[in-house]
């Protein structure tokens, strides 16, 4: 999936100006192409979500550079009355919801998926065949 510097801001909540300022300080890859036709990928939007999160725990723009640079994961804060997460909201069924918190769970989109399709294959086992009447 290729997304516009527009779509990544919709997407993450952050201002392409941000965005921008972000990948100039080396916190973000640079987008593939160039000027006008430069395109993100879901890896730039989980990055900025993750920078986003662990700003909102509190770490400076230093600190999770330094995060970066070391290729380490900041230790997820426990969830707290009031905090901004990001989720993944899937609709399983009529009824039926997956919410998965991706950060905390440790999941790539990729798994993401697998998970869901699991849940859909399980549901479906369970729920009796359909009658002809």
Known sequence: MK????QLSDQSGVPGRTIRFYIQKGLLPPPHGERRG???TPEHLAALLRIRQWQES?????AIAGLLQARQEAPLAPARP???EVRSHLIVAD???????????GLTQSQ???LFQRVRAALDELRPPPTDD
């Not at 997304?3 to 527009?6: K, N, Y």
């Not at 509190?58 to 230093?62: E, V």
């Not at 009824?95 to 769970?105: D, N, T």
């Open 38 to 40: 430069a395109w993100y």
């Open 95 to 105: 009824g039926i919801e997956l919410s998965v918190a991706p950060e905390r769970a």
């Open 58 to 62: 509190g770490l400076s723009l230093d």
């Open 112 to 114: 993401i998926r697998q």
């Open 82 to 84: 009031g905090a901004i």
């Open 3 to 6: 997304l516009s510097l527009e």
